[in-house]
C-alpha cells in the first residue's frame, strides 16, 4: 500500500476563519483509529482535533515546507506534545500531499525510526511501500541515496526482533530495488540469526543459500550462527563440517565460534572432546574468556567431576592463559561443602600467586571452610592475606575470626588484626570492640580491655551508663 501525492481533497471542512492567515493548507481529519477512546462523540471529536491540529501545524511550519523544516516539527514539537504524538504518521502523509514539499531520507529515517522503536510495525510497512514508491531525491542520479540502506537494515532488525521474519524478508526484497549495492553481511546475518533464534532454521539455511547465490562472502558472524543452529537442531557432525568448511574458506574463528562448539560438545556429553577444543583454541592463539571457562567448569560440575574441573583451571593458570577476571567461587564452594578445603586453599593459593587474586566472596566462602573444621590458623593466614591485598572482608566473618582469636587466648593477637583491618577499610562496629572486651577479661588484661572501652567511648560505640558499667565491671575494674 502506497500513498501518493494528491491534491487537498474537495469539500475538507475547514476551521472557522481566523485572525492570522494559515500558512498551509489544513490537514485531512486524522484517522479516526488513531483518536483516543471512548469518546462522547467520534464525529465532533474527530473534527475538534482536526482544527487543533491545523492550528498548531500552522503556528510552527512555514508554506515553503522543506524535509528540514518537517524535521525539526517532528522532533521538537509534535514528537513531544500530550495530544498529537501519536498522529506523527498522519502529519508525515499529510506533508507528502503537498505539491511543493518532497520528503527525503531525514523524515524516511525519522519516521521508520520512530514507527519501529514504538511497535507500530503495521505502519512501518506502509511507510516503507512509500519510500519504494517515492525515493528519496538524492537518488535522482545515477546512483542510489547511500542512506536507504541503513533506514530498511533498521526496519528489518525490527521486523527480526518480534519474530516477524516474513516480513523481514518482504523489507529485505524491498531494499535490493532500491540500492545499488549487494547489501551488506550484516543485514544477512540478522536475518538468518532470527531463523535460528525462533526455530525456523531450515528456512535460515535456504536464506544462506540466497546469500551465497547473491555472492555475499560469509564472515565468521555468519559460520557462528550457522554452528549454533546445528547444535540446537542436533546435528551434530553438519556442525563440525560448518568449523572445517569456515577455516577451509579463509575465515578465521574467534572466541565465540570455540564457546558455541564446546557448549554443544557439553550438551551432547562430549566432554573430552569439548576440552580438546579448548586446548585448540589455546593452540591457535585465541584467547579464552571468562564464559569459556564457565562453559567448560560448569559443564564439568554437573557431571560431578569436581576434581577434573579443577585440575583444568589449575592448567590453565599454570599455562597462563586463565582469564583475570574469572570467577572460580563454586569451585571453591563445591570443595568446601565437600569438606576438602585443604585442596580449596591450595588451589586459591595457586592461582593467587599467578597474579589471578580471588574475589572478597570466594575469600570468604575459603574462611568459612577453614574454621568449619577448626583450621584457625589458616584462616588467619587467608585473612591476613586479605587484607594484604586490600580485599575487605564483611563485618561478619572479620567479627567471626575475630571471636576465634580471643575464644583461643589470642586476643592481642585479634586486636592486631583489628587494627590492621581498619587501616584497610574494614568496617569494623560496636560487635567487633565487645569481642575484643570480652577476650581481654577472660585473659584478666584489665590495662587493654580499659584501652578498648575508652576508644568504643570516642568513637560513639557504647549506648548509656550502664552499658559502660557492665564492660568495666566485667574486666574487674572499680
Known amino acids: 500500500m502506497t500513498f501518493k501525492k494528491l491534491q487537498r481533497p474537495l469539500g475538507l471542512s475547514l476551521p472557522p476563519p481566523s485572525t492570522t492567515v494559515n500558512l498551509l493548507p ?23 482535533i482536526q482544527s487543533q491540529l491545523t492550528n498548531f501545524i500552522n503556528s510552527h511550519l512555514k508554506s515553503n515546507l522543506t524535509p528540514n523544516d518537517l524535521l525539526l516539527f517532528l522532533k521538537n514539537h509534535l514528537h513531544h506534545h500530550p495530544k498529537f504524538t501519536h498522529l506523527d504518521l498522519h502529519v508525515f502523509r499529510y506533508a507528502a500531499t503537498l505539491d511543493s514539499f518532497r520528503h527525503d531520507h531525514s523524515t524516511y529515517e525519522w519516521m521508520v525510526q520512530t514507527l519501529a522503536i514504538t511497535r507500530r510495525l503495521d505502519s512501518l510497512s506502509i511507510v516503507l511501500d512509500f519510500i519504494v514508491s517515492n525515493p528519496c531525491p538524492c537518488s535522482d542520479g545515477i546512483f542510489s541515496c547511500t542512506r536507504t540502506e541503513p533506514i530498511f537494515r533498521f526496519a528489518i532488525t525490527s521486523f527480526c526482533n518480534v519474530g516477524r521474519l516474513d516480513d523481514a524478508l518482504q523489507v529485505f526484497v524491498k531494499m535490493l530495488k532500491l540500492v545499488d549495492v549487494k547489501p551488506n553481511v550484516a543485514i544477512y546475518n540478522t536475518i538468518l540469526h532470527s531463523f535460528v533464534k525462533y526455530g525456523k532454521f531450515e528456512k535460515g539455511l535456504e536464506f544462506y543459500g540466497r546469500m551465497i547465490k547473491d555472492r555475499v562472502k560469509p564472515d565468521v558472524i555468519t559460520f557462528n550462527i550457522l554452528i549454533n543452529g546445528y547444535f540446537r537442531n542436533s546435528k551434530f557432525e553438519l556442525a563440525l563440517e560448518v ?33 580438546g577444543m579448548a ?22 560440575m554437573k557431571e560431578a567431576r569436581v576434581s577434573e574441573a579443577c585440575d583444568l583451571v589449575l592448567d590453565f593458570s599454570r599455562k597462563g592463559v586463565l582469564p583475570t577476571k574469572f570467577d572460580y567461587f563454586g569451585l571453591i564452594e563445591t570443595l568446601c561443602d565437600q ?11 595457586e592461582i593467587w600467586d599467578k597474579g589471578n587474586a580471588p574475589d572478597s566472596i570466594t575469600c570468604t566462602i575459603l574462611i568459612e571452610g577453614l574454621r568449619r573444621v577448626g583450621n584457625i590458623e589458616s584462616a588467619l593466614n587467608l585473612m591476613g592475606k586479605m587484607l594484604k591485598h586490600s580485599i575487605v572482608p564483611d563485618s561478619i566473618t572479620f567479627n567471626c575470626l575475630l571471636g576465634d582469636l580471643c575464644n583461643s587466648g589470642r586476643t592481642s593477637e585479634a586486636n592486631k588484626l583489628r587494627l590492621l583491618a581498619s587501616k584497610k577499610g574494614v568496617c569494623l562496629d560496636e560487635v567487633s570492640y565487645n569481642i575484643l572486651v570480652s577476650g ?19 568513637k560513639e560505640l557504647i549506648a548509656d551508663i550502664a552499658t559502660y558499667n557492665r564492660l568495666i565491671k566485667g574486666l574487674g575494674i572499680g
Open 26 to 48: 489544513p490537514p485531512p481529519p486524522p484517522d479516526i483509529s488513531l483518536i483516543p477512546s471512548p469518546t462522547m462523540s467520534l464525529t465532533s471529536s474527530t473534527s475538534a
Open 440 to 458: 581481654y577479661s577472660k585473659e584478666k588484661k584489665k590495662k587493654e580491655g580499659k584501652a578498648i572501652v575508652d576508644e568504643m567511648l570516642d
Open 279 to 300: 586446548y585448540e583454541m589455546i593452540k591457535l592463539g585465541c584467547g579464552l574468556s571468562n564464559v569459556t571457562c564457565e562453559i567448560l567448569v560448569d559443564g564439568l
Open 339 to 349: 569438606g576438602n578445603v585443604i585442596k580449596a586453599r591450595s588451589m586459591v593459593d
Open 243 to 275: 568449523f572445517k568448511e569456515m577455516r577451509v574458506k579463509g575465515c578465521v574463528p574467534n572466541v565465540v565460534t570455540f564457546n558455541t562448539l564446546i557448549k554443544g560438545f557439553f550438551r551432547e556429553g562430549k566432554l573430552k572432546q569439548g576440552i
